[in-house]
């Protein structure tokens, strides 16, 4: 395993040496790509998280012997997971992750277009008189699954050596650019926020609400539309999605990598090129890749450095201030004493349910703000108001269903399985009722809800069976990952004109710009660089970062190399 250097300083063994190549913040999949490729290249480079765990926001855990997914449920290949994998010879068996969609008592998978009729006729049965316009949509559907297709259809030639496949390069690569500029620029015109975008089909607003509510929050449309395709590229690992995180970690501790886990860095000093840590420790280094929350970022950099800041840094700033996190989500894990073919038949392994097709229209989604703004509400009033909100939300939603067991036999006790039951939910609500005082009394509340909810829907019979029962909210995510708003896709979309204002890049094909900074010597990577972001941006982004490292070291090896020489003559 990974050397954990803080483990080491502690018993007194640490390297004396304090000076790194590179030091890379954040130990996510974005910082762990990074540092696997700094250290392939030979780099003395040091990764450094706050936690006591790498993997961020991907991850696995077992409890009373149930092995759940802390993050991610399944990774989507992209063109970019598993040529990453290939490329620095790291070897994960994988198995299919069929998504199945559900809607009340109808359910149907998705294996790419060729099951959109079959999703159009589960939305005829339940709107019958809308025939005509699921049509459209579905058409929609089809045309923007064709332009992903061809962005993701090769792998990504960023992770293979193109000087060795000269084939590959003329026969592959040069005639799927074409497709790439014609398509790319076909989907990012479809950048209207996906729920505004299909009021141009139809006006069933409850319609629209079950095509799209397992989506983020104003989601550019070509994204949100185009995982109808992509739902048929997932995998899972055998052994949980932690597996990546073991592997990555073991490639860069077989490099000569450092690991500093607990090691939250509380200061940076740009021109002395060192990060000092919470503890007191510090750490030079040639360049920095900053793999966590980009506002951290900009806190803990030292700006009474003469010179700083300048106007692109002061820019950022102000776009830091002006945005906030992304969606988050509310997680329900169970350990149950049913066998997996109870929730194979009903939901498969991994599932996307409704339980009711009325919609979250059918409420007013954000309700709560009024409640919380009312000044003449008294706090019982307002809880006892946000109480039934809550309520009816989670009757409404729709549910992200993950069984582990159902693609690995041994992430569950015999007979048993494990459940991880999710639903967007938003920071804001679940903050305001922590400040309040009774957090622990609202997830068990939504636990209670939600059990209720699959009990008289897709899960018959289970309250009763289950054994083990616990939950995470946005502020556990924030808590645990340190990310803004417990934000788990990087900034916000709030519309599309404001995509420009935000901090980070937001058109693929400037993707290449997503790692650079207005800070000397520091690049970044990972979520808050790119939205809206998932596994493969950060992985992207990592190498990306490591990519422009290793070209700036070599750069400067060479004028060293260079001025070496000169002192000779």
Same mark, same amino acid.
């Given at each position: 395993?990974?050397?954990?250097?803080?483990?080491?300083?502690?018993?007194?063994?640490?390297?004396?040496?304090?000076?790194?190549?590179?030091?890379?913040?954040?130990?996510?999949?974005?910082?762990?790509?990074?540092?696997?490729?700094?250290?392939?290249?030979?780099?003395?480079?040091?990764?450094?998280?706050?936690?006591?765990?790498?993997?961020?926001?991907?991850?696995?855990?077992?409890? &009373?012997?149930?092995?759940?997914?802390?993050?991610?449920?399944?990774?989507?290949?992209?063109?970019?997971?598993?040529?990453?994998?290939?490329?620095? #010879?790291?070897?994960?068996?994988?198995?299919?992750?069929?998504?199945?969609?559900?809607?009340?008592?109808?359910?149907?998978?998705?294996?790419?277009?060729?099951?959109? %009729?079959?999703?159009?006729?589960?939305?005829?049965?339940?709107?019958?008189?809308?025939?005509?316009?699921?049509?459209?949509? $579905?058409?929609?559907?089809?045309?923007?699954?064709?332009?992903?297709?061809?962005?993701? #259809?090769?792998?990504?030639?960023?992770?293979?050596?193109?000087?060795?496949?000269?084939?590959?390069?003329?026969?592959?690569?040069?005639?799927?650019?074409?497709?790439?500029?014609?398509?790319?620029?076909?989907?990012?015109?479809?950048?209207? %926020? $996906?729920?505004?975008?299909?009021?141009?089909?139809?006006?069933?607003?409850?319609?629209?609400?079950?095509?799209?509510?397992?989506? +983020?929050?104003?989601?550019?449309?070509?994204?949100?539309?185009?995982?109808?395709?992509?739902?048929?590229?997932?995998?899972?690992?055998?052994?949980?999605?932690?597996?990546?995180?073991?592997?990555?970690?073991?490639?860069?501790?077989?490099?000569?990598?450092?690991?500093?886990?607990?090691?939250?860095?509380?200061?940076?000093?740009?021109?002395?090129?060192?990060?000092?840590?919470?503890?007191?420790?510090?750490?030079?280094?040639?360049?920095?890749?900053?793999?966590?929350?980009?506002?951290?970022?900009?806190?803990?950099?030292?700006?009474?450095?003469?010179?700083?800041?300048?106007?692109?840094?002061?820019?950022?700033?102000?776009? $830091?201030?002006?945005?906030?996190? #992304?969606?988050?989500?509310?997680?329900?894990?169970?350990?149950?004493?049913?066998?997996?073919?109870?929730?194979?038949?009903? @939901? !498969?392994?991994? @599932? +996307?349910?409704?339980?009711?097709?009325? !919609?979250?229209?059918?409420?007013?989604?954000?309700?709560?703000?009024?409640?919380?703004?009312?000044?003449?509400?008294?706090?019982?009033?307002?809880?006892?108001?946000?109480?039934?909100?809550?309520?009816?939300?989670?009757?409404?939603?729709?549910?992200?269903?993950?069984?582990?067991?159902?693609?690995? %036999?041994?992430?569950?006790?015999?007979?048993?399985?494990?459940?991880?039951?999710?639903?967007?939910?938003?920071?804001?609500?679940?903050?305001?009722?922590?400040?309040?005082?009774?957090?622990?009394?609202?997830?068990?509340?939504?636990?209670? &809800?939600?059990?209720?909810?699959?009990?008289?829907?897709?899960? %018959?019979?289970?309250?009763?069976?289950?054994?083990?029962?616990?939950?995470?909210?946005?502020?556990? $995510?924030?808590?645990?990952?340190?990310?803004?708003?417990?934000?788990?896709?990087?900034?916000?979309?709030?519309?599309?004109?404001?995509?420009?204002?935000?901090?980070?890049?937001?058109?693929?094909?400037?993707?290449?710009?997503?790692?650079?900074?207005?800070?000397?010597?520091?690049?970044?990577?990972?979520?808050?660089?790119?939205?809206?972001?998932?596994?493969?941006?950060?992985?992207?982004? !990592?190498?990306?970062?490591?990519?422009?490292?290793?070209?700036?070291?070599?750069?400067?090896?060479?004028?060293?190399?260079?001025?070496?020489?000169?002192?000779?003559?």
């Amino acid at each position: 395993m990974m050397k954990d250097l803080k483990k080491e300083e502690a018993n007194g063994m640490a390297n004396s040496e304090s000076f790194y190549d590179v030091i890379v913040v954040g130990a996510g999949i974005a910082g762990l790509t990074s540092a696997a490729y700094l250290t392939k290249a030979g780099y003395h480079t040091l990764l450094c998280e706050k936690s006591d765990h790498p993997g961020g926001l991907v991850g696995s855990f077992t409890r &009373q012997g149930f092995t759940f997914d802390a993050g991610i449920r399944a990774f989507e290949n992209s063109g970019i997971v598993f040529p990453m994998l290939k490329q620095l #010879g790291i070897a994960l068996e994988f198995v299919k992750n069929p998504v199945v969609i559900g809607i009340e008592d109808t359910q149907m998978t998705l294996e790419g277009v060729e099951s959109l %009729p079959a999703y159009a006729a589960m939305l005829s049965t339940k709107f019958p008189d809308y025939q005509a316009e699921i049509a459209a949509i $579905i058409d929609e559907i089809r045309k923007i699954t064709g332009y992903m297709e061809v962005l993701y #259809g090769i792998e990504n030639p960023l992770f293979m050596d193109l000087t060795m496949d000269k084939a590959y390069l003329f026969k592959t690569l040069l005639p799927w650019l074409l497709k790439y500029q014609v398509n790319i620029r076909k989907a990012q015109k479809l950048d209207e %926020p $996906i729920e505004t975008y299909l009021l141009s089909f139809t006006k069933n607003q409850a319609l629209i609400d079950v095509i799209i509510q397992h989506f +983020f929050e104003k989601m550019p449309t070509f994204f949100a539309l185009s995982y109808f395709g992509l739902y048929s590229d997932y995998s899972y690992p055998i052994g949980g999605t932690g597996r990546l995180v073991t592997a990555l970690s073991d490639f860069i501790a077989a490099h000569q990598g450092e690991l500093a886990l607990g090691t939250e860095i509380s200061q940076i000093d740009t021109k002395a090129q060192r990060v000092t840590t919470r503890d007191g420790r510090s750490f030079s280094y040639r360049e920095l890749i900053w793999c966590g929350d980009m506002k951290t970022l900009y806190d803990v950099v030292d700006f009474s450095i003469p010179g700083e800041p300048g106007h692109r840094v002061r820019e950022q700033q102000q776009k $830091i201030r002006e945005n906030r996190g #992304g969606d988050s989500i509310l997680t329900l894990y169970l350990g149950v004493n049913l066998e997996p073919a109870y929730f194979a038949r009903r @939901c !498969g392994p991994h @599932c +996307f349910y409704t339980p009711s097709k009325a !919609g979250l229209s059918a409420i007013q989604a954000e309700a709560w703000q009024s409640v919380l703004a009312d000044p003449d509400r008294s706090a019982a009033q307002q809880r006892t108001a946000l109480e039934d909100w809550v309520r009816e939300y989670l009757a409404l939603t729709t549910y992200e269903i993950s069984s582990p067991v159902l693609r690995d %036999p041994a992430l569950a006790p015999a007979g048993k399985t494990g459940v991880i039951v999710s639903t967007l939910m938003d920071y804001r609500l679940v903050k305001a009722i922590d400040e309040a005082g009774w957090y622990l009394d609202f997830k068990a509340l939504c636990e209670e &809800q939600i059990l209720t909810v699959l009990e008289n829907s897709v899960f %018959p019979g289970l309250t009763e069976q289950v054994e083990q029962r616990f939950s995470s909210t946005p502020v556990t $995510i924030e808590r645990l990952t340190g990310n803004l708003d417990g934000a788990i896709t990087g900034w916000a979309f709030r519309d599309e004109a404001t995509a420009g204002k935000l901090p980070a890049v937001s058109v693929f094909r400037k993707i290449a710009k997503t790692i650079e900074t207005p800070l000397p010597h520091i690049y970044q990577a990972g979520q808050w660089t790119f939205s809206p972001s998932g596994l493969p941006v950060s992985i992207l982004t !990592g190498k990306l970062a490591a990519d422009g490292v290793i070209k700036r070291l070599v750069k400067q090896g060479r004028v060293e190399h260079a001025d070496t020489d000169q002192e000779g003559r």
